[in-house]
C-alpha cells in the first residue's frame, strides 16, 4: 500500500487513543498521540510555574522546552520532558482540563504546530488529537472524526481511572462536558469534524467493527483492495 498520513479527531474518551494505536498498528505505521504533547506542555509549564498570560515567559519557556515522543522497549511511545519520562504523570484528570487551556493559547499551539508537521513528512503514520484533520493536517490524505455519547465516554473514561483516583463517575461525566465545552468553544482551533472528515459514532460499535470501517477507507485511498 502507498503510505499516507491518517488523522484521527475527536472529543475525549471517544476511544481515539486505543483506535489510533491498533489502527497503526494493523498498518505498520508510526502512531503520534497529540494530546499528549499538549499535557506535556501544560504539566512542564506547572512545574515551571509559568504564567500563561505572560507571552515573554511562555515564549521564552517553550523555546528552552525539549519534549519528544520516544518509543520504549515495548514498541509503545512515552513522552520525555528534558530528559525525564513524563508519560504517567501526564494522564490525569486535572493535566486533562490543564491541557485544554494551554491548547487555546497562540504560542503553543503555533510551536507545536511544527512538532507535529516534522512528524508527517515522513508519513505512514496515524495522528490523534483535536484539530489534526482541520489545523495540522487539512491536506491529509484520510481523516476521521471519532465520537461517541457523553455518557458512554464518561464511563469509559472512569473505568480506565485507577481506584486511589477518588473520581465518581458523576465527577468524570461533569469534567469530561466541561472539556468538551472549553474544545468546542475556545476561538482558536476549536473542536469540529473537517468537512471532508469521515465521522463516526463508536458508542455502539466495538473496536474491531470501528476498525473494520476505517480500513475501508484507508484501502480505498492507499490504492489496496487487500484483506
Not at 519557556?61 to 518509543?71: A, D, E, G, P
Not at 468538551?180 to 469534524?193: K, Y
Request: aromatic fraction near 6%; charge should be negative.
Amino acid at each position: 500500500m502507498e503510505p499516507i498520513v491518517i488523522t484521527i479527531d475527536g472529543p475525549a474518551g471517544a476511544g481515539k487513543t486505543t483506535i489510533s494505536r491498533n489502527l497503526a498498528d494493523l498498518l505498520s505505521y508510526r502512531y503520534v498521540d497529540t494530546g499528549a504533547l499538549y499535557r506535556g506542555v501544560a504539566y512542564c509549564a506547572e512545574k515551571a510555574c509559568v504564567n500563561l498570560t505572560d507571552e515573554k515567559q511562555l515564549s521564552s519557556f517553550l523555546q528552552n522546552l525539549k519534549l519528544s515522543l520516544v518509543r520504549d522497549a515495548a514498541g509503545g511511545l512515552k513522552l520525555v520532558a528534558d530528559g525525564e519520562d513524563i508519560t504517567a504523570l501526564i494522564r490525569t484528570p486535572a493535566m486533562s482540563m490543564a491541557a485544554s487551556k494551554v491548547a487555546a493559547l497562540p504560542l503553543v499551539r503555533s510551536w507545536l504546530l511544527e512538532v507535529q508537521r516534522k512528524l508527517g513528512r515522513e508519513k505512514a503514520v496515524v495522528f490523534e488529537g483535536r484539530d489534526m484533520g482541520t489545523v495540522v493536517f487539512p491536506e491529509a490524505d484520510v481523516k476521521f472524526f471519532l465520537t461517541a455519547d457523553l455518557s458512554v465516554r464518561a464511563r469509559r473514561r472512569y473505568a480506565e481511572l485507577p481506584e486511589e483516583s477518588g473520581q465518581s463517575l458523576d465527577d468524570v461525566f461533569a469534567d469530561m462536558k466541561k472539556r468538551d465545552e472549553q474544545d468546542a468553544g475556545r476561538d482558536l482551533a476549536p473542536l469540529v469534524a473537517a468537512h471532508d472528515a469521515i465521522y463516526i459514532d463508536a458508542s455502539k460499535f466495538t473496536i474491531d467493527e470501528v476498525l473494520g470501517q476505517m480500513m475501508v477507507f484507508v484501502r480505498a485511498k492507499s490504492g489496496s483492495g487487500s484483506e
